[in-house]
């Protein structure tokens, strides 16, 4: 491993990835700060900058984007009260009203430190778990992937912030547009309309553009655009003893707990920093601080959304399976540049995967050494009225739209799909389901027909195979209890009308 | 629930069952009937409970900037391989910029143009993405 580490670091090092490095931590910040502009947006936006690189290259600066816009989240829903994303909307609870108390110092600093130490945890156990996870990955076949897949999509749709079924439609959308373009197996044209320009498929790059930028800004542009309040005096960054007393542990436990949560599929920086902000109010001695600007209701939850991040890498890069948007936004990455994510991937590309892992590492660095002293600078950016950024987000998306394929559709599609985006929040449908329902709708495709083929069209293939079959009765598990509360509602109702 | 019909008269078209194994139409069939399945049940649940599913306020509730944006991002996309890249993104930043009210003219001009020749020359001359130049070819 030692020498494989060596050669991260002989790449990453290299003057010009360092330097992609640092600039995507930059700009990743940068547009992470501004309210409203997650990772998963940020990323779908910068993406066609990386298109002219090497596979190395690219992944070297997409991660730095996505580390950078973490962090500019966080630094978001302190000072403004705004989450970026999901991820930190727990941290807006304590975060914002220590700046109010005067504390938006500290609150930087120990998200930005303990986002540093939950990294460097979670970079070292990718490094650990991805070999001996892609070599248990080469022994699976087309079930055991279905079984896997399967799984994932029932964790995603079963943690949907908002309807279950409607995520279920949502996702079920994504594979059907996955769909759409000349089948592999058969040569045949499906629900292409006879247009050239879909017999490919429909492009990533348009339809997150669409469902995340442009649809986003449709939506904001709806609302009254209010001048929003932020808090300018940012002063003594470093925590003190006393902040670090109360938050170390907090840190610790959301480093390990976000890895874990990371590596699951449909888990992630928004379930961690979540179940993290729980845990560390259950387990307090002072649980009433909690929302009142207790410093390790920030210190845990930006520590575990940080860890959880080198976790999504796991099953990205070791069984191919992205499990969640910003996952799925890399895998495309990957894709565009002639990288398949997966088990074989640390053995054709080990400058990707490598390379990968030590720019982590040391995007985490150049994260802490330069955001803290840029926090006066992330403020000014934060006071950009939302009508001057708005055509820049725009232009973004036209240019990202037409660069993968050069071809003006793409730019229509983009339009359709920040349309369909701004419908679907507006009917409270999540577009993050449909994203992963179309990446992972080729997978699960080609394994569903490979194992019937293997099995003569038996079904009972995913139960004859323990592993496909373990996955999948997990899923039917997690599906039948979501309904539980419905039925058990249900039978309450049903009690009252009898004793009435 | 009509798209999900759609989807499976398309996909049972294209064949269910091939000699081989599953057609190309399988996936789609199955994607299709769960589709139309949940659709049904969630228009039935909304049918008798009206109240449980809110909507996220009006559509399009700031209608005129909306439709404005729309129809320029529209114009952007018929015109780009005629006008070319710079002259098509300066009109359409031009309007952008104009509908948001926030500039003197001479800045939305100004601005304009730096970010349209900015942007083609980090992208298309820096990143090597081919952008089209349109009526612009003229002047290389």
New interface residues.
């Given amino acids: 491993m030692l020498e494989s580490i060596v050669l991260g670091f002989s790449i990453c090092l290299q003057p010009f990835n360092l330097s992609l490095c640092f600039i995507g931590v930059l700009i990743g910040t940068l547009i992470g700060v501004l309210p409203g502009l997650g990772p998963g947006a940020t990323i779908a936006l910068l993406f066609?900058?990386t298109?002219?690189m090497s596979p190395a290259s690219a992944i070297i600066m997409l991660a730095g984007i996505f580390y950078g816009a973490q962090y500019g989240g966080s630094t978001t829903s302190i000072l403004v009260n705004i989450p970026g994303e999901a991820a930190s909307v727990v941290t807006c609870l304590d975060g914002h009203q220590m700046a109010l108390q005067g504390k938006a110092g500290p609150a930087l600093g120990i998200a930005a430190l303990g986002s540093f130490i939950a990294g460097t945890f979670s970079v070292l156990g990718l490094m650990i778990l991805a070999v001996p996870l892609s070599n248990l990955a080469l022994k699976f076949g087309p079930p055991e992937y279905f079984g896997l897949i399967c799984l994932g999509m029932t964790l995603i749709i079963y943690l949907a912030q908002k309807?279950v079924?409607?995520a279920?439609?949502s996702g079920?959308?994504g594979?059907?547009l996955s769909?759409i373009g000349i089948?592999q197996?058969?040569s045949?044209q499906?629900?292409t309309f006879g247009l050239g320009e879909l017999f490919d498929g429909i492009s990533m790059v348009p339809l997150v553009m669409g469902l995340f930028g442009?649809g986003e800004?449709?939506l904001t542009?709806?609302?009254e655009i209010s001048k929003i309040s932020v808090i300018t005096r940012v002063k003594n960054l470093l925590p003190n003893l006393q902040d670090w007393k109360d938050s170390i542990w907090a840190v610790v436990r959301g480093s390990v707990l976000g890895f874990l949560l990371g590596v699951l599929p449909g888990g992630g920086p928004t379930l961690s920093s979540f179940a993290s902000y729980g845990i560390e109010k259950r387990l307090s001695k002072r649980p009433q601080l909690f929302g009142h600007g207790a410093i390790e209701g920030v210190a845990g939850p930006e520590s575990a959304n940080n860890s959880a991040t080198g976790g999504s890498f796991v099953p990205l890069l070791t069984l191919g399976i992205p499990t969640n948007v910003v996952m799925a936004l890399l895998f495309s990455a990957l894709m565009v540049h002639g990288v398949q994510p997966g088990p074989l991937l640390i053995k054709q590309y080990p400058d990707v995967f490598w390379g990968l892992v030590t720019s982590m590492y040391i995007g985490n660095v150049i994260l802490v050494l330069l955001n803290l002293p840029l926090i006066p600078i992330w403020v000014r950016f934060l006071k950009i009225?939302y009508?001057?950024l708005?055509?820049?987000i725009?232009?973004f998306c036209?240019?990202g739209a037409?660069?993968e394929r050069?071809l003006?559709f793409d730019?229509?599609l983009m339009?359709l799909f920040?349309?369909i985006g701004?419908?679907m929040?507006?009917?409270?449908y999540e577009p993050a389901p449909l994203v992963l329902g179309f990446i992972l709708g080729d997978i699960?495709?080609e394994s569903?027909?490979r194992s019937?083929?293997m099995a003569d069209?038996s079904f009972l293939i995913f139960f004859r195979r323990p592993i496909s079959a373990i996955f999948l009765g997990l899923g039917v598990l997690l599906l039948i209890s979501n309904t539980i509360p419905f039925l058990k509602k249900r039978l309450r109702k049903l009690e009252k009308l009898e004793v009435t | 629930m009509l798209l999900a019909l759609a989807i499976c008269i398309f996909s049972f078209k294209l064949s269910l069952y091939a000699r081989r194994g599953p057609g190309a139409g399988f996936m789609g069939f199955g994607t299709g009937g769960i589709l139309f399945l949940l659709s049904l049940h969630l228009f039935l649940k909304n049918l008798f409970f009206p109240n449980r599913e809110t909507l996220e306020g009006p559509i399009l509730k700031n209608k005129k900037i909306n439709v404005s944006i729309l129809s320029s991002l529209i114009f952007y996309a018929l015109f780009l391989e005629r006008l070319g890249y710079i002259l098509d993104l300066f009109l359409v930043l031009l309007f952008l910029f104009a509908i948001s009210k926030t500039m003197k003219w001479y800045a939305i001009i100004g601005t304009s143009i730096l970010i349209s020749l900015g942007s083609y020359l980090l992208f298309s001359t820096f990143l090597n993405i081919g952008l089209p130049l349109g009526v612009l070819k003229v002047l290389r």
């Fill in positions: 066609p900058i298109l002219g309807s079924e409607k279920l439609i079920l959308l594979i059907f769909q089948d197996v058969s045949a499906r629900f442009l800004v449709f542009l709806e609302g009225p009508q001057i708005f055509p820049l725009i232009m036209l240019i037409y660069s050069g003006s730019v229509f339009i920040g349309v701004y419908l929040r507006k009917f409270e699960l495709e569903l027909r019937l083929i069209g």
